[in-house]
């Protein structure tokens, strides 16, 4: 996941959803203003990228310094990779037929005596 360096219109957008009761009860001359704290909050408490990253939304920050050091650690990675289908374990496997099977009358010679 990347973290967007523009961060207002997404807490432009969460203040909207989240603040919309909250900015219903203050003086329209004062609307403006507290809408302006309640996003520059949301950008310093919940929009960093490594709250988010502490919060599993994604993997690591990676520093702008590091950037190409990552990049080559990365396709270094998936150079030594094989490529190969592996199993994916949530699919379903195949469930073996466990069933009692009925003689075939025509290898054993009688009729099944279920069949007739």
């Known amino acids: ?3 967007r360096a523009d961060r207002g219109e997404g807490a432009a957008s969460a ?3 989240v603040g919309k009761r909250e900015l219903a ?3 329209a001359d004062q609307r ?4 302006d704290f309640m996003i520059n909050s949301y950008n ?3 929009a960093t990228p490594w709250i ?3 919060r599993g939304h994604m993997d690591a920050v990676i520093e702008p310094a590091r950037t190409r050091l990552e990049i080559r650690h990365a396709l270094r990675l998936l150079r030594e990779k094989e490529a190969g289908a592996e199993p994916n374990p949530s699919q379903t496997q195949p469930v073996p037929d466990v069933r009692p099977r009925r003689p075939d009358p025509q290898v054993s010679g009688t ?3 279920n069949c007739t």
Do not use: L, N
């Not at 403006?32 to 809408?35: D, E, G, K, M, P």
């Open 52 to 54: 988010a990253a502490e």
């Open 111 to 113: 009729a099944c005596q």
């Open 1 to 3: 996941m990347v973290h």
């Open 25 to 27: 009860e203050v003086p």
């Open 44 to 46: 310093a408490i919940v």
């Open 32 to 35: 403006s203003a507290v809408r």
């Open 15 to 17: 203040v909207g959803i």
